[in-house]
Nanobody, 126 residues
Framework: QVQLVDSGGGLVQAGGSLRLSCAASGRTFSSYAMGWFRQAPGKEREFVAAISWSGDRTYYADSLKGRFTISRDNAKNTVYLQMNSLKPEDTAIYYC???????????????????WGQGTQVTVSS
């Protein structure tokens, strides 16, 4: 099992940038693929991005390609989400997630309850 702590959210104006971090502890971080999901008020939690355990493969929701970048540093047990050109519709709680299977995250399959961070709020003002 892995414990995840999200951070880096905040209030930003449209067009601005934020970098989210997710620090992991517990079982070997590098054995997990990692992903980011988000949930806006009144909406379902949706897939944002995924990265393989080695970092050589990444995948993004179509609507976010070119603006968001997922990366990881296995030496620091941390995964990042760089968000640029933010829009008001990006406002949501962002959650990192871990899964032993990259292909499941890539398909947007949600991991079990024990494999989520607590979430970090991102608010984009117009």
């Amino acid at each position: 099992q892995v414990q995840l702590v999200d951070s880096g959210g905040g209030l930003v104006q449209a067009g601005g940038s934020l970098r989210l971090s997710c620090a992991a502890s517990g079982r070997t971080f590098s054995s997990y693929a990692m992903g980011w999901f988000r949930q806006a008020p009144g909406k379902e939690r949706e897939f944002v991005a995924a990265i393989s355990w080695s970092g050589d493969r990444t995948y993004y929701a179509d609507s976010l390609k070119g603006r968001f970048t997922i990366s990881r540093d296995n030496a620091k047990n941390t995964v990042y989400l760089q968000m640029n050109s933010l829009k008001p519709e990006d406002t949501a709680i962002y959650y990192c997630a871990a899964d032993e299977r990259y292909d499941r995250l890539r398909l947007g399959v949600r991991p079990g309850d024990d494999y989520w961070g607590q979430g970090t709020q991102v608010t984009v003002s117009s």
